[in-house]
């Protein structure tokens, strides 16, 4: 049986620090990833998704962080084929992902900026979510095998938004394209009724890890404003519903990753936490569960 690591994505949301979970005293940069640290082994960075990664982030984050604690690094946007600002790029480089130059350049920046984590053995994957409009086809196959070759030798994990590449026509195919570069397949857990809803299948692709993001199951999912597509309280029963399928991947996988994205207020800690005493079999009696 493989290790769950359960986490959320994001210890530093703006709502998050200001909905009291972090204690008095621990609210600074330092003492936010020090307290969360202290209660989950992994952590997903959105920062990088936005904004390239740095070497003093993650040299200092791997240093406020306990033996064994991870982190999954979001890649950036330049990088996964969504629009960026030219204001996201350091030292003019304007945001042009069609110009081998550039794509050169945010390439070896981003390396740089995870070396750190890397070195430290607290890279637990990069990311890459790919946007809604990538469909299976034969482009996209070659967009990944360019990944592949920039990214060799790293913990990947690809998390699809468009539905097509986990129908039941696909499905087969888009296991055999990740296997073959060595991608972890990422599963989803969202509103289940919208057009562009990702079907919660648990494929695995990859013998060294797998990866489980919680999106929250708000009906606002892809319109309206952030709080409005990640406004959802996880119950006992919607997370008891996934326990058969993490024991599932676990049991194929070395290590599995357990994130909850639903990043409005506390939601997403309080709904870890809860999937961590249900996988222990404590949440009848732990205080706030259900």
């Not at 991870?70 to 945001?95: C, E, M, N, W």
Request: some cysteine; aromatic content about 10%.
């Amino acid at each position: 049986m493989g290790e769950i690591l359960v986490g959320t994505c994001s210890w530093t949301d703006r709502a998050l620090v200001g909905s009291g979970w972090y204690p008095a005293g621990r609210k600074d940069p330092e003492g936010r990833l020090r307290y969360y640290a202290e209660r989950f082994p992994v952590v997903e960075v959105d920062s990088t998704y936005y904004g390239l990664p740095s070497t003093r982030n993650s040299r200092l984050w791997a240093e406020r962080t306990p033996d064994g604690f991870v982190f999954d690094v979001k890649a950036f946007s330049l990088l996964t084929g969504h629009p960026t600002r030219d204001a996201a790029l350091p030292d003019g480089i304007p945001a042009r992902p069609h110009d081998p130059k550039v794509l050169d350049e945010v390439w070896a920046r981003f390396t740089e900026g995870i070396e750190p984590l890397r070195q430290a053995g607290r890279l637990g994957s990069v990311l890459f979510q790919l946007p809604p409009w990538f469909r299976p086809g034969r482009r996209a196959g070659q967009f990944l095998e360019e990944c592949a070759e920039r990214t060799a030798g790293w913990p990947l994990a690809v998390e699809f938004r468009h539905p097509d590449w986990w129908r039941p026509e696909w499905a087969e195919a888009t296991c055999a394209l990740l296997g073959r570069y060595g991608m972890a397949a990422v599963a989803v857990d969202m509103n289940r009724t919208l057009p562009s809803s990702i079907a919660p299948v648990t494929h695995v692709t990859s013998p060294r890890l797998s990866v489980v993001r919680f999106h929250g199951r708000s009906p606002a999912w892809g319109s309206g404003s952030k709080e409005d597509r990640f406004r959802h309280a996880y119950d006992e029963a919607e997370l008891t519903e996934w326990l058969p399928r993490l024991h599932d991947l676990a049991a194929r996988v070395d290590r599995l990753h357990v994130l909850f994205n639903n990043c409005c207020g506390a939601a997403a800690v309080r709904a870890a936490e809860l999937m961590r005493r249900l996988l222990d079999g404590t949440d009848r009696t732990a205080p706030g569960g259900g």
